[in-house]
């Protein structure tokens, strides 16, 4: 061994043992192994020994009962909790990396795409993210370019919202209007809520609120956008103009600067469609846009374009839903740690960059007290989903696999044809993963619900175990055979 790796060794050790004592006194108790120790003390190093404390609280009662990858995880939860300032500044850090790069992914909420195809793809998909990141700046996004970059590939999965985002910036360019709006007070009133802001209807007849702020009665016609965009007849070159200095970095594109209009005129039929035909409603509706909050432009923006299906793809989008776990604290504070399903813990903060702008619906939440049950062996979503949020891990034993929509349920006492009704319950279903239904429906693994709501488990060879929420615990158990002296 080095003296490197000595070292190394010897520093986890002293850290356990004066900075995490629960979980040393677990060590020497024989209730945690001691790798799993070390890492939780390395993971610690950087905090203060307060913080280091409120993580030895958090897990020294699952060091040994869940799987190593569900360990980190928690662990890291609890780092985050116990210094979320430090939290906050490595995910802001992580933030400011962002764009279209090479390399992997990592912890704050940043997933980095590297991208192998056609050289004639990549160049025109390419210049489709640069259209709607100058777009972006022309709507006022202060950051810089490569956070824009990334911020368009959420607008460039939806064709629809796009080009309408491509139609408002390029008008915005070419005619430059006045950023502030005349009657600022009123404006300001208008969008002091940021809320209220973010769901006002820009195309909606009724909002008289928005016209007076504007001291403009004239009201956005939507059908006015359904005409098809007109191409520009310049053919050009890519170009800077008005965007950021570092916006050169392209490897093998040509550049120039100079006074063209947005966001720079291309004889590439594969360029974002730009123009449009009727510039006064892009008018009218570029000026109630520059009422809010850029968050609140955005919104609006994809609002209007769905409002009577504009644009490409008829104003039909996929729906996704995505299930948040957080205590009642940092829903209302918004600060702290909360979990995403598939995705882990992530900060309050970073939700609202998971979600951006996008059409959000806020379900009533499920009480999963209430005993949802059917007379008969297929499972439906509404108990499946149950079953999943009540188990968000496979229950068999040691697995700590996510639940996730495409785990199998097994029924814990088997179903019976010739049996009584609604054998098909939330309380008779947990969620396994392939081969450990397989292991229990053949390999004679058998398993019970506990009044407690935690699963039993018997093997073929007569070991117990207990599967909590808090992970697996074995059950001692009695030899199966005696051997006569």
């Known amino acids: 061994m080095s003296s490197g790796a000595a070292a190394a060794l ?4 002293l850290a356990l043992r004066h900075r995490l004592p629960r979980i040393w006194a677990a060590v020497l108790a024989g209730d945690a192994v001691p790798w799993r ?6 993971a610690c190093l950087a905090l203060s020994q307060q913080a280091a404390a409120i993580v030895d609280r958090r897990v020294v009662g699952i060091v040994d009962t869940v799987t190593p990858g569900a360990l980190d995880k928690i662990v890291k939860a609890a780092v985050w909790e116990a210094d979320p300032d430090a939290a906050k500044a490595q995910a802001e850090a992580a933030a400011r990396t962002r764009g279209v790069f090479v390399a992997p992914s990592d912890d704050h909420g940043t997933k980095r795409i590297w991208v192998r195809a056609a050289v004639g793809d990549v160049i025109r998909f390419d210049a489709s993210i640069d259209d709607l990141a100058r777009a972006l700046k022309t709507l006022g996004d202060p950051d810089d370019l490569n956070q824009r970059r990334a911020k368009a590939l959420g607008w460039i999965a939806d064709p629809t919202a796009a080009h309408h985002l491509l139609e408002v910036a390029r008008h915005l360019a070419r005619t430059q209007p006045t950023q502030e709006p005349p009657n600022t ?14 769901d006002s209807a820009v195309c909606d007849s009724a909002d008289s609120a928005g016209d007076a702020a504007w001291g403009d009665p004239e009201v956005l016609d939507c059908a006015d956008f359904e005409q098809e965009p007109t191409p520009s007849d310049t053919a050009a070159s890519r170009h800077d103009s008005g965007d ?58 994809k609002r209007e374009a769905y409002r009577e299906g504009l644009g490409l793809g008829g104003g039909r989008r996929n729906r996704h839903t995505l299930y948040v776990h957080l205590t009642d604290r940092t829903l209302a504070t918004g600060n702290g740690v909360l979990r995403v399903e598939e995705l882990g813990p992530l900060l309050a903060g970073q939700l609202n960059e998971l979600l951006g702008h996008d059409q959000i619906v806020v379900k009533p939440v499920i ?14 979503d509404r108990i499946r989903e149950r079953v999943r949020l009540q188990h968000p891990v496979d229950m068999f034993p ?63 060879h007569g070991f117990r175990f207990v599967v909590d929420y808090t992970g697996t615990h074995q059950v001692p158990t009695a030899p199966l055979t005696q051997h006569a002296e």
């Open 10 to 13: 010897m520093g986890e050790a």
């Open 37 to 42: 120790a070390r890492k939780i003390a390395h």
């Open 185 to 198: 007070a009123a404006s300001d009133g208008a969008t002091s809520d940021g809320a209220a802001g973010a």
């Open 244 to 301: 950021d200095p570092g916006d050169t970095h392209h490897t093998g594109a040509t550049h120039h600067t100079g006074d063209a209009e947005y966001p720079g005129d291309s004889d590439d039929a594969v360029r974002a469609v730009q123009g449009s035909a009727n510039d006064v409603a892009v008018d009218a509706f570029s000026r109630r846009v520059l009422a809010g909050a850029l968050p609140a432009r955005l919104a609006a923006i």
């Open 367 to 380: 009480d999963l007290q209430d005993q949802v049950s059917v007379h008969s062996y297929e499972i439906p």
């Open 398 to 460: 040691y697995s700590g696999a996510e639940a996730t929509v495409r785990m199998d349920q097994d029924h814990i006492a088997p179903y019976e044809r010739a049996g009584p009704p609604r054998q098909t319950t939330t309380d008779n279903l947990i969620p396994l993963g392939r081969l450990h239904h397989r292991a229990k429906t053949f390999g004679g693994w058998q398993s019970r619900r506990l009044p407690t709501g935690a699963i039993a488990w018997t093997s073929p």
